[in-house]
């Protein structure tokens, strides 16, 4: 007797080709389905049993909650929405120093089932002892990064919009096409509602970190993504779909008390600037909120918004009483409860942050947006992006998220350690306190540009034909030419500057008509000394004002184009959904591209 044994890798006796992937197939700006065709199912085997398990305990978990709400209707919640609100804004890392500046994912439950992943294939799904089967992991992962690699962002609205619309998309993720007036197969394409509830599970337990992570550290092992000495970090924002609040704030600390910049912050805010268009807001009539954390707001403040789109604020005028007062003001989430009780003043929900994580970010003067701020780190030779996290408060400073990333970085991979020495940022991280810290704890040096802040100009005991030092050290001469660092004299804790050359490679000392009582010598140029400690935020071992300092520098450019790969090239910087966990899957599935596109092409 023989016995026939299924083999999930059994190729098909027959196989349909529609003359559409024909044609996809010779397209090279279709890259959507090369990768597809070609993707390898084996490498997310351990997240599928992930999602397989957290799905049996979602269905678990509902079932008992409603039996447990029909037998034992809970309490009313004791607190109100002035309180909440207050407890949430007084809980939010700008003004509470112990909260984590980064976003971390809450623990899950460990399922009470295991799925040996080995046993998962496209189209192979763990047997069910009632119910429907579910759909296909496999081909919802697919449609994710699809709709992703096509340039859209990979939310469940978008991906059921492009498995309707494009039959050959549906076919190469592993869907059938629905037939008309026929029963629904369990491979056909699933309903918008089955796509959010996949992106809900990946979302809540870190499935979509989990394969992001593991596509990383993957191509770090195989050499696709080589190791440089040097890390590249900045931050980025995405626009918020949310509606802000304004609150007055008792006399307490400013916002990032004590960081380099405190204009990074959003408290005593007058208005907030949006690229989009919309109806704006005022300030002023914002309620005030008393020093009890524990609920005393008088009233909630109205959210000056009909649409969760981004707006563009007004900017309110300046009374006496406003300038006397000076009073503190911080952009907050509205503050509400999901669920749709009908009294829900006295339901026994929690009152939550409408769009946690979401502040005022700050790009400069009267450039502000209402959004959520990522952190990012990668490496400049190859701009491969190693990782991205959110903010716990997008209107924290930007120094702040660098030396809590570079351990989240090292702890993810821990290869990483001891090979990298330098990190490059922005003029955010000039701050002597910062580069000390990550070189005590880390062993790696910060390189980042003069950050003048609100120095001025130093004009007192200027050498001779000196005008002044610019905030950044630079001196200019009595004519307007700044000068340029040549060196630094150890000996005597001297930095050496001299005159600029003009197009001809001569220095601009020889025609300039100042020259008398300036310049005394018959060729060359003005040289100057300034003392080391006149310019004390210059390093005297690695000027930032030297040639070589700028050409180390000149690589953190990569770091944008990774920025603008991420938020349009391979989604939109619009965000579509609220909650910092939202994000942080929003960002693990553009990392999980990034990479997936790297090993293709490797």
Not at 304 to 331: C, F, L, M, V, W
Not at 434 to 459: G, M, Y
Request: one cysteine or more; aromatic letters at 8%.
């Amino acid at each position: 007797m023989v016995a026939v044994v299924y083999s999930p890798g059994q190729l098909p006796l027959i196989e349909f080709v529609e003359s559409d992937d024909l044609f996809l197939q010779d397209e090279p700006d279709a890259l959507w389905f090369d990768v597809l065709r070609k993707f390898d199912y084996r490498q997310f085997q351990s997240t599928a049993a992930g999602y397989y398990e957290q799905l049996w305990q979602f269905n678990q978990q509902q079932t008992q909650q409603r039996n447990e709400r029909r037998e034992n209707p809970p309490a009313a919640n004791p607190e109100t929405q002035p309180q909440a609100t207050a407890r949430l804004l007084f809980g939010r890392p700008t003004l509470d120093e112990n909260a984590p500046l980064l976003y971390q994912l809450a623990p899950c439950q460990t399922p009470s089932i295991s799925i040996r992943p080995e046993t998962l294939h496209p189209g192979v799904t763990p047997p069910r002892f009632a119910g429907r089967p579910p759909k296909c992991f496999f081909a919802m992962f697919k449609a994710f990064l699809g709709v992703t690699f096509a340039g859209q962002p990979a939310e469940p609205q978008f991906v059921h919009q492009k498995l309707r619309e494009n039959p050959a998309f549906a076919r190469t993720c592993g869907f059938s096409i629905p037939r008309v007036d026929k029963p629904e197969r369990q491979s056909d394409i699933p309903s918008l509602r089955k796509l959010q509830q996949f992106d809900q599970i990946m979302t809540q337990n870190g499935l979509w970190a989990e394969a992001a992570l593991d596509r990383v550290a993957d191509n770090l092992r195989a050499g696709t993504v080589r190791v440089e000495s040097t890390l590249v970090h900045d931050t980025t924002h995405y626009l918020a779909y949310s509606s802000m609040q304004v609150i007055d704030l008792p006399d307490l600390p400013a916002c990032g008390e004590g960081v380099p910049e405190p204009a990074a912050g959003d408290l005593a805010e007058k208005s907030v600037e949006r690229l989009a268009g919309g109806q704006g807001y005022h300030a002023a009539d914002a309620p005030e909120l008393t020093p009890s954390a524990a609920g005393s707001l008088s009233a909630t403040a109205e959210a000056r918004s009909d649409s969760p789109a981004a707006k563009t604020p007004e900017k309110p005028e300046k009374t006496t009483a406003d300038k006397k007062s000076k009073k503190k003001r911080k952009s907050h989430p509205r503050t509400t409860k999901a669920c749709r009780c009908g009294d829900r003043d006295h339901c026994d929900h929690e009152w939550t942050n409408a769009d946690d994580g979401a502040g005022t970010v700050v790009k400069s003067r009267g450039k502000m947006y209402w959004g959520h701020k990522a952190s990012t780190l990668g490496f400049p030779g190859q701009e491969v992006l190693l990782d991205a996290v959110a903010m716990s408060d997008a209107a924290s400073h930007d120094s702040k998220s660098l030396l809590p990333h570079l351990n989240r970085l090292f702890q993810r991979h821990p290869d990483l350690k001891g090979l990298v020495t330098r990190v490059l940022d922005d003029g955010a991280a000039d701050d002597l306190k910062l580069k000390a810290a990550i070189q005590k704890d880390l062993e790696i040096e910060v390189l980042a540009p003069i950050n003048p802040r609100r120095r001025s100009p130093i004009r007192d005991g200027m050498p001779r034909g000196i005008d002044h030092l610019t905030p950044r050290g630079v001196p200019v001469c009595r004519a307007g030419y700044p000068f340029e660092l040549v060196g630094v004299r150890h000996d005597t804790e001297h930095f050496l500057f001299a005159a600029p050359k003009d197009e001809h490679g001569q220095s601009v000392c020889q025609g300039c008509g100042l020259r008398v009582g300036c310049y005394r010598g018959q060729a060359g140029g003005r040289q100057v000394t300034i003392r080391q400690s006149r310019l004390p935020w210059l390093d005297p071992e690695f000027p930032q004002l030297s040639k070589r300092f700028l050409k180390a520098m000149a690589r953190r450019t990569s770091i944008e184009r990774l920025h603008k790969l991420m938020k349009f090239d391979l989604g939109d910087d619009r965000l579509t959904k609220r909650g910092n966990a939202a994000f942080q899957a929003r960002l693990d599935k553009t990392l999980l591209a990034m990479h997936v596109l790297l090993a293709h092409d490797d």
